[in-house]
């Protein structure tokens, strides 16, 4: 099954790995890894929660809504369709040219949960609170980025990861405004 992945890894994927896998630059590898660390990111996401709930004009819908989808890309990407596709990891289906130095970690690659957790909540800090839109954003990018930095996850992981998310963060947004339709009825 390995050898199958890397075969039929497509030359995008491959490619774009290939340029975006190069650890060794020590500040770069740090943020890199803080990127991708859990340790780091849900703090974040619950401060962002928090500052939803005090500052924007929906209040603890917001951060309520940011909570949710977080939750459900997590839920839909490692429950649901990780075991699906069972994608082989980049970093165990390539181990002699791939550099993984925060560990290969467990579980499937396609799609990546980080990525889709951060899509899911730029989605809803973009609506919650529009001028978080671009800082929010460029977050979501760079925790994608690691991912594929740290030879954890395909290109097209991070890729599915991030338009996962966005349809989640949507989703819960769409709950919310069928929520004050139903009450103007």
């Given at each position: 099954m390995l050898a199958y992945a890397a075969v039929t890894a497509p030359p995008i994927d491959v490619d774009l790995l290939a340029f975006f896998n190069r650890p060794g630059i020590e500040w770069l590898d740090t943020v890199?890894?803080?990127a991708s660390n859990r340790l780091v990111l849900l703090p974040l996401a619950l401060a962002a929660a928090l500052y939803l709930w005090r500052r924007s004009p929906h209040g603890l819908l917001a951060g309520l809504l940011l909570c949710a989808a977080v939750g459900a890309g997590d839920l839909v990407a490692v429950r649901l369709l990780k075991p699906a596709f069972s994608?082989?990891?980049p970093c165990n289906a390539q181990p002699k040219t791939v550099v993984a130095i925060a560990g290969c970690g467990s579980g499937q690659s396609f799609p990546s949960a980080h990525a889709t957790e951060a899509a899911a909540a730029a989605v809803v800090l973009a609506w919650g609170a529009p001028a978080l839109a671009p800082p929010a954003t460029l977050i979501a990018i760079l925790v994608g980025i690691s991912r594929?930095?740290?030879g954890v996850h395909?290109?097209?992981?991070?890729?599915?990861?991030?338009?996962?998310?966005?349809?989640?963060?949507?989703?819960?947004?769409?709950?919310?405004?069928?929520?004050?339709?139903a009450q103007y009825r």
């Open positions: 890199m890894k803080a994608r082989v990891r594929v930095y740290l395909w290109p097209t992981d991070v890729a599915a990861g991030w338009l996962l998310g966005a349809v989640i963060g949507t989703f819960f947004i769409f709950l919310s405004r069928l929520r004050h339709a």
